[in-house]
């Protein structure tokens, strides 16, 4: 069972980034997949949570808009958009799954923080 996020790297702000979660060894499209992110000197946050149980996405609120995720089961792979970046999205990404399938609810920021498996993150900079 293996989660892997890649896709970061060096933007510019106003540019966009999409970041891939792709997992082997089980199918993501029966399990809750979050992004979370860790900015410099701050603690991790939860960026969203999808699951096809709860049929959408939670997205934190000062992140919607400019955050879009999808996923495509043919790939196993759940994808993270981000557009008009700003330099405070700076930070490492990560993406992790869970088999409780309802991204916890209402509480999904708490939930996400305590899921079954992890990527290694990925590393966004956005920077002039």
């Known amino acids: 069972v293996q989660l892997q996020a890649f896709g970061g790297g060096l933007v510019q702000p106003g540019g966009s980034l999409r970041l891939s979660c792709a997992a082997s060894g089980f199918s993501l499209d029966h399990y809750s997949v979050a992004w979370l992110r860790q900015a410099p000197g701050k603690e991790r946050e939860g960026v969203s949570c999808?699951?096809?149980?709860?049929?959408?996405?939670y997205y934190a609120e000062s992140m919607k808009g400019r955050f879009t995720v999808s996923r495509d089961n043919a790939k196993n792979t759940v994808y993270l958009q981000i557009s008009n970046l700003l330099p405070e999205d700076t930070g490492v990404y990560y993406c992790?799954?869970?088999?409780?399938?309802?991204?916890?609810?209402?509480?999904?920021?708490?939930?996400?923080?305590?899921?079954?498996?992890w990527g290694k993150g990925t590393q966004v900079t956005v920077s002039s």
């Open positions: 992790a799954a869970d088999p409780i399938a309802t991204c916890g609810g209402s509480d999904w920021t708490v939930f996400v923080r305590g899921m079954d498996y």
């Open positions: 999808s699951s096809s149980r709860i049929g959408g996405t």
